[in-house]
């Protein structure tokens, strides 16, 4: 798409978009001057782009639960969606009508939710000052840490506490950078296709409010006040966001996923990519002691997932003292690997296991896979 359609796009609707669905980002220092704002008691079509699938969530959130009409995955149109920007509008648009015509779905009201190296996070300290100043004191303390323009930019902030510089009152700001040509390319196929988009999200906030509107996982209680790490086990990356205090702390993306496990089958055996994927799935194992072209694969990879991991949870505890994981819950398509989260626990040293079910989510069949589109659905 020409570049002059897109600056066509009324730019303040996109960052109200955006205010819409990343509230929770807001200072909590301040929530006692915040309004409550109302539950919404409505449906939506929550769609999360990835750049080899595609899941859609239709449901709602209401009173403290999930209602769930429709969870589906499919294949991303080939070379539509490369680290979260959509690169081909026109095979993305007719993907998503055929879809919703084929699945009979009526909603209208979209949800986008996505994650990409080009979207940055970053937690700095500013000056205290008045809450109607901070959005202007981020803008200009950013651009000291990111050589970025900022016009080309939407830019969300969180005060996480207060702090001290040099003597001086502070406040310790997560900060969060979103291309707005992103964002505009967004809205423009959600309009495109027929459909009014309501919000626009990033998949680590989308998950942070899935946890906050939960207690169990797995069946068991989870501590709010532990710190916990989740990782997006996706086909051309991992998201390995960090929770304390049921807060996002920390944010990283590792740059390979299950689709180099693919790649890595198909050459080795000579299968088509698709034949690839399912072979790993129902014959590749990490507990299988027998060694095995697939297992060999499969361990070589997530081995150096693991590496990978291992320094971004060294950089975490590095960061501040007292900084811990209590333990690692794994999601995502790539999750299905058997016998991964034993593999890591015993590799790291730090529980894990794989999201199987959540109090708040009631629906018959596995949701590993739809965490993101699901937790996007919250309106509130």
Known sequence: MAANKLKSINLDTIKKLMNTD???????????????????????LSFDLGSEKIKIAVGKFYKGKFTIEKLITADTPEDSIQDGNIVNLPALEYFIMQKLSNENIKIK????????????????????VQEDEIDTVVKYEIQQYLPLNMNDYIIQSKVIEKAEIEGK???RTLVITYPDRMASTYYKTLTNVGLKPVALDISYNSLNKLLNNSRKIN????????????IDL???????NIYRDGNLDFSRIIKS??????????????????????????TGSLTNMEESEVNS???????????????????????????????????????SIKGIEEY????????????????SINYSESIEKYLNAIGALIRI
Do not use: H, M
């Open 22 to 44: 990343l509230s929770g980002l807001k200072s909590k220092i301040n929530q006692k001057s915040q309004k409550k704002r109302k539950e919404v008691n409505k449906t939506f």
């Open 109 to 128: 009201d979209a949800i986008c939710t996505n994650n990409s190296t080009s979207i940055i996070n970053r937690e700095i300290v500013i000056p205290e």
């Open 169 to 171: 009152k502070g406040l």
């Open 219 to 230: 069946d068991s209680e989870y501590n709010s006040k532990d710190t916990l790490a989740f």
């Open 234 to 240: 996706g086909a051309n990356s991992l998201g390995v």
């Open 257 to 282: 996923g299950g689709s180099n496990i693919d790649v890595a089958i198909s050459k080795t055996l000579r299968l088509p990519i698709s034949e690839a994927e399912k072979t790993k799935i129902t």
């Open 297 to 335: 694969i499969i361990k070589d990879v997530v081995d150096e997932w693991i590496s990978e991991l291992q320094r971004i949870i060294q950089f975490y505890r590095n960061r501040k003292i007292g900084n811990t994981i209590d333990k690692i819950f794994l999601y995502g398509g790539s999750s």
């Open 344 to 359: 890591i626990t015993n590799k790291i040293g730090i529980s894990t296991e794989k999201v199987q079910s959540i109090d």
